[in-house]
């Protein structure tokens, strides 16, 4: 992973963001306002079922840009570990012709997904500032949440690239686990409506944390988050599951890649 910071790699994976950004809305009528369009539709219909049919987030401030947030992220972790998941297998004619370095395949996935949740972020933030919430100094440590989404996002698109290869049921197997994630993940309903002995064990999903954590910095202060909740070294737990999973996932792709060429 260190050759990334050789200059002909980053030449390279900037190409393949900017010609996968390119691709993705290819021959579509609205082209790039899908990737606006898809979370925005989402959160309507989540908004208009669970707030005004269930009344789930009444006791939450600013309740429609905490759900939107939500969305926002879990869109961008589910965009950038299906197109992850396929990098490998889909680009297998360049991989045979040419010897590009695998994982620049994988990388550009998730930053094309994270260039998609930029552009969400800036539309939310416009909705938040709408909503009359109060941006407080903890906005400052969204870079370092972010940071912590897209290696977490792209540990997982690169153990689920190498494991594609080999297991095509794979894909299958995670858009399953994709739905069991979004509803053991505080997506749509508020952490605080569940007993607070299971809150803490949700919050050991390191994208409960970072959801959790984006909205008690943008939103409001009152989100329970792991650290309001768990005390001592158990509220490392989350970082410690996005380490683990990086090291198992950089270790197996390195192994599988050698042998990419013949099993595609």
Do not use: C
């Not at 021959?27 to 789930?56: D, N």
């Not at 999973?245 to 013949?262: D, G, K």
């Amino acid at each position: 992973m260190k050759n990334i910071f050789k200059k002909h790699n980053y030449y390279l994976l900037r190409e393949f963001v900017r010609t996968d950004f390119k691709l993705r809305y290819q021959g579509s009528v609205l082209g790039y306002l899908w990737s606006l369009l898809r979370p925005l539709a989402l959160f309507t219909i989540l908004y208009i079922v669970f707030s005004k049919f269930l009344k789930l987030g009444a006791s939450i401030p600013h309740y429609p840009a905490y759900l939107l947030l939500g969305i926002v992220v879990w869109t961008y972790f589910q965009e950038a570990s299906m197109l992850g998941l396929r990098a490998i297998v889909d680009k297998g004619e360049l991989i045979r012709k040419t010897n590009v370095p695998k994982f620049i395949l994988v990388l550009s996935t998730s930053f094309s997904a994270f260039v998609n949740l930029i552009i969400n972020l800036v539309v939310f933030g416009v909705f938040l500032l709408l909503s009359g919430a109060e941006i407080h100094w903890g906005a400052l440590l969204l870079p370092l949440i972010l940071i912590e989404l897209l290696i977490f996002s792209g540990a997982v698109s690169f153990f689920l690239a190498a494991l594609y290869v080999k297991f095509r049921d794979i894909s299958y197997i995670w858009e399953v686990m994709m739905q069991l994630l979004f509803y053991a993940t505080p997506i749509i309903y508020p952490l605080a409506i569940i007993p607070t002995k299971y809150q803490k064990i949700l919050l050991m999903n390191p994208l409960a944390q970072m959801i959790q954590y984006l909205r008690s910095v943008m939103v409001t202060s009152k989100t329970p988050t792991t650290g309001k909740l768990i005390y001592g070294p158990l509220s490392l737990a989350p970082f410690v599951v996005v380490i683990v999973v990086t090291y198992i996932a950089v270790i197996y792709f390195r192994m599988q890649s050698r042998m990419f060429a013949e099993e595609i």
